[in-house]
């Protein structure tokens, strides 16, 4: 009661470490009738660190310089909603801080405070159990822009229940809340199921660093609306089956085998130039004052507020249409293909993509140029390598071509080194290509086998003119090059140490590795030649009497091996021989020596909490080894941190994840971490780590198709001091369309990572010429010549750091084609439409282009594709004005619901009057069958 009274008798509260701030402070507390009590300090596992600013957190990314000084927090305890007790628990302790802790602490519940002035003198602010919508349209800008500026925030329990209707806050917070199991009294106390068991997922962050592995705590717990593991870094987890009475987790029907395997209660991230850092411990007044729990919070607004932020996320080039797979040179440029079969390399000091070189591709079913490698030795002899569909055969080949002082490749220097047959309308080609330190090259491919009509389940078909649907043939095929991971010497000849004897008795000596599906992307440790791979796995969702479930694969191989496709599957669980003519399975094979996956994931269920399951938005699964990062030197200056480095950097390309794995000696996993979990990626197909450490992430886009708007390439880089080059974004309102054509340009969104360093100035080169036109933040450019011109933007920040320069090409004297889906009376085709099975559509397309005159049916082409979750298989390709399909789903075991058709037209103009570069305009729907 003293201190209510105190309270009310205070309408400014100044301390000996808050004078400053006097103005600022209003304290406008009301007390909630709720009465309750936590558990005392004896059930924790923790131990309290004493105060003072945080210590390095590397393992976090938190680590690194802390920008010194006391710390300035302003905490806010505005209610609109319910309203805790521990408020004035949490205000009475945070109101009197000890000055040791150097942190000056500013209380009010009045939220005119938000304004651009009343959050200047702050470093971070601290929600401290906020209800409800606390704030107008100026507020939300206001903390919006803090933000942004690279300040802090930080958010305890109920934090995450308020402003429920502002989307952005959702994004900073990570979660927001939907409900909680109810409280009950046991011995005149009132608790909530537990004590619970809490885990500490990253121990070397400042703010679980005090804490035992696991502890004891009873506290009210939320449930989410999303799981913020896909949005932030986890700190601490809970037992989620201990609270299987919550209704509602992350927006999902009551929990289940599928969703009772992670809960996480407090996380943090780097946002949008600043910091977020959440708890959802908090509820009980008696919480606060537990030591191990004081100093969670302090550590959490300590690097809310001062440690500097240490990643950036840079787009460095979208000029990409069909991206597959890329190679970092020496000096830091990138080479990166189309699976149409162009090789495009970026440049690091202009930003510029130039075409290095094209080779003739056949594109039917999941063909194309698929690999690229880069000679060990390339900065002497400039020679690259390639695998592809050749145009002109039923083969995929490997071969090797020299490159021009300019990086261009040169076409007539091509030597194969390597033939591999491919059934061409069938699936599964792999492609992918990693030299080892020995200086040998891996080479991986698919098992060239249809996988429908096998019930998800393995292809065993061995009924006559049925081979393209048994993976017998190429897969468990000693003698045949597919569904294997193939090793030879640069030259093409064979070296020691393969699967097979020179000979060629046993099996073909080419083979390293068999017994593999889909070995899309591969990589190889630079140290020691471990060689891993990620395999996509078959699509049945449930064990079968044809044998287990789909799983996609990550594998480690030491030495030559088989993995066990099509007969055995992740931790060497059988299939069982099947007669497909009469539907009878057999007994199980035998999978005694076959080598078990180190990672095995299903769709549904939470093997690997940080590979998350086919729900909500992560669709599907694609395992993809893309890159193993290695520890760097001390000259890669923008090298991850340590805790990302000896990782296997693992892609998910349907779900949007990029995850490190860290193996044992003996090859089992050890540890899964995820990368960057708070930035978007958009289907990440391959990563490679480049020249100074940093981590290049190949994005392939969002649609179906490819030519996808939001394809890119994506520069990671990491300081630990803070020291990030800003990143550069070029607006143009139009790339395209008839002269004179007017553009407006913008480099507004352009960003400058973290606390201290700004937008400084903007160098503008409209037409690629070398001279700087503008240094506005935003004009406008007339182009009054026809021609494809390449609008360059760099950016300066305040701490004179140069952004990479950006491109974006401007194609002044011609207009898109502009196509759309019809049906066969002329009617738009709206996209999700439903249609019955085995019946036959009919589409026609609608097609103009402003600088045509005609558009010949033959120039339109359609694209068939079988799609599933985010995914699809190419089936058929056709031309003309129009296009008819049976509908009927073929079978794909237990995910025929989800099965659907994606169809896309195309058409590419004749470029413009003046000779300007040809465009291409698209159309595509999703057709659904019932």
Known sequence: MWYLLWMLSHSRHVGPNRGAFATYLVVLLSIAAMTGCGNDSSNTGGTAATGGSSGSGGGSGSGGTVIEGPISALVFSKTVGFRHDSIVDAVEWLGNLDPAEEIDIALTEDASVFSDEGLAPFDVVVFVNTTGNVFDESQQGALQRFI???????????????EHDWPWYEDLVGALFTTHQEASFADGMVVYGGPFEFTVEDGEHPSTSMLDATFMHDDEIYSYGRNPRWYSSILLTVDAAAVGALPHIFGMPPMTEVTDGDHPVAWYKEFEGGRSWYTNIGHEPRTWSLDWFRQHVLEGIRWAARAPNQYNKVAITDQTANPLAMAATPDGDLYYIER????????????????AGNVEVSLVGENGLLGIALDPDFAANGELYLYFAEAETRENVLARFSTNADGTIVSASEVVLLRVPSDR????????????????????????????????YAPLDERPGREAFDSQRTSGNPFDLRGKILRINPDGTIPSGNLFAPSGEEGRPEIYVMGTRNPFRIAVNPDTGRLYWGDVGPDARADG??????????????????????????????????DFETGMVGAPFLCDGKVPAAIHYDYDS??????????????????????YYSTQPASASEALPGYLQDRLIVTEWTRDLLVGARFTAAGELESLRGVLPWERFIRPID???????????????????????????????????????????????????????????????????????RIQSYEWDVDGDGTVDSTEASFEHVYTAPGVFEAILTVIDSEGRRSFPFVRKINAGNTPPVLQIENSSGGAFPNGTTVPSGTTLELQVEASDAEDDEILCEDITWDRRLGHDGHTHPESTATGCTFSFDTTLPDHGNLDAALFWAIEVTYTDKGGAGGEAPLTGRAGVRINVE
């Open 545 to 578: 009497p044809q044998g287990p479930r789909g799983f996609d694969e990550v594998n480690v191989a030491d030495a030559p091996g088989d993995y066990g496709w099509p007969f055995c599957i992740g931790d060497n669980q059988p299939y069982s021989d099947v």
């Open 148 to 162: 942004r500026s690279g300040k802090g925030y930080a958010g305890v329990h109920s934090a995450a229940d308020t």
């Open 606 to 627: 939470r093997s690997y909490t940080e590979l998350g399951i086919a729900q909500t938005f992560l669709q599907g699964r694609t395992a993809i080894a893309g890159a």
């Open 687 to 757: 990563v490679e780590v480049g020249p100074d450490g940093e981590l290049f992430v190949l994005e392939f886009g969002s649609a179906f198709f490819g030519d996808n708007d939001d394809a890119r390439v994506s520069r990671i880089q990491y300081s630990e001091t803070g020291e990030l080059r800003p990143a550069a974004v070029l607006d143009a309102s139009s790339i395209s369309g008839p002269t004179p054509l007017t553009v407006s340009f913008s480099g507004r969104d352009s960003v400058a990572p973290g606390r201290i360093a």
């Open 340 to 355: 149409t079969g162009e090789i495009k390399l970026w440049r690091k000091e202009t930003g510029r993509v130039i075409d």
């Open 425 to 456: 309308e069938v699936n599964h080609e792999g492609g992918a290509l990693e030299f080892a330190p020995d200086g040998t090259i891996f080479v991986s491919t698919g098992d060239n086998t249809i996988p429908f009509e096998s019930s998800g």
